[in-house]
């Protein structure tokens, strides 16, 4: 995610930012307002038959493990 505490390895240089883009499926990080809205369906009427699961807001990281 690239929040306020991440934001260091971003201005670091391009690196950080090529590895996250080539970790996730979506290809780029994701921001803390994606997750929020993740959240908010979940909270939502929209997801009021969804239950016992987790769900990855997470570009797709998870779903392929690439963590090169």
């Known amino acids: 995610m690239r929040t306020p505490g991440s934001e260091p390895y971003f201005e ?6 090529a590895l996250m883009a080539r970790s996730t499926q979506l290809g780029r990080p994701g921001r803390a307002a994606e997750v929020a ?3 908010a369906w979940l909270l939502s009427g929209r997801a009021s038959y969804v239950a016992g ?3 990855p807001a997470d570009g797709g990281i998870t ?6």
Do not use: S
């Open 53 to 55: 699961v987790t769900l």
């Open 12 to 17: 670091a240089g391009p690196e950080f930012a």
């Open 63 to 68: 779903a392929v493990r690439r963590f090169d």
């Open 37 to 39: 809205e993740a959240a």
